[in-house]
């Protein structure tokens, strides 16, 4: 199966972590800091790190940069005590697989960590979107720019904020 970096300073998180990952075939290394999972992630490479977002020395942005820098095929899913939508929204503009506020179903974790292993033809954004995502990109045009017409004149990229509504017609 996969590496799994778990990376919190929860010694109760950590260990169930550890167990419900094994089960599914996951080689785990538990970490209690951010400063020895930076320690960790530059001699060793895992497939997905799990972060808490609020780490100390370093950050958990620093250390989502770190593992990025050193291997940008790691997919980093982050946990949050307490987060709000901007803060998961720069985790994830800068590279975050996914983001989940705790306490969270065991089973959001793990589909997490299987969305995060599919092969990149077959990953789905972390909301379950289209699959026309690029590599750690939210859909817009990128993805949408892949997606099959629908009909004559339909266009589905997003609007500029100065662009009038589009007129609603029906059958």
């Known amino acids: ?3 799994v970096l778990v990376a919190d300073d929860d010694h109760l998180l950590r260990w169930s972590l550890e167990r419900a990952l094994a089960r599914d075939g996951h080689v785990i290394r538990l ?3 951010g400063k020895v999972a930076a320690d960790v992630v530059d001699g060793e490479q895992y497939q997905v790190a799990i972060v808490n977002y609020w780490a100390s020395e370093p950050t958990g942005h620093q250390l989502l940069r770190r593992i990025k820098a050193r291997a940008p095929e790691t997919h ?3 946990l949050a005590a307490e987060a709000t939508s901007r803060e998961e929204r720069q985790a994830r503009n ?8 705790k306490p969270f179903p065991l089973a959001s974790l793990k589909q997490a ?3 995060a292993l599919l092969t990149p033809e077959r990953r789905r954004g972390s909301r379950g979107c289209c699959s026309g995502c690029e590599w750690q990109r939210p859909c817009g045009e990128a993805g949408l720019a892949r997606l099959p ?3 004559p004149g339909l266009d589905l990229r997003p ?13």
């Open 1 to 3: 199966m996969a590496r």
């Open 31 to 33: 970490v209690d800091s």
């Open 76 to 78: 980093v899913i982050f």
């Open 94 to 101: 800068l590279g975050a697989f996914d983001f989940l506020e």
């Open 113 to 115: 960590v299987d969305r």
């Open 149 to 151: 017409a629908v009909g």
């Open 159 to 171: 609007a500029a904020a100065d662009d009038p509504p589009a007129p609603l017609s029906g059958p």
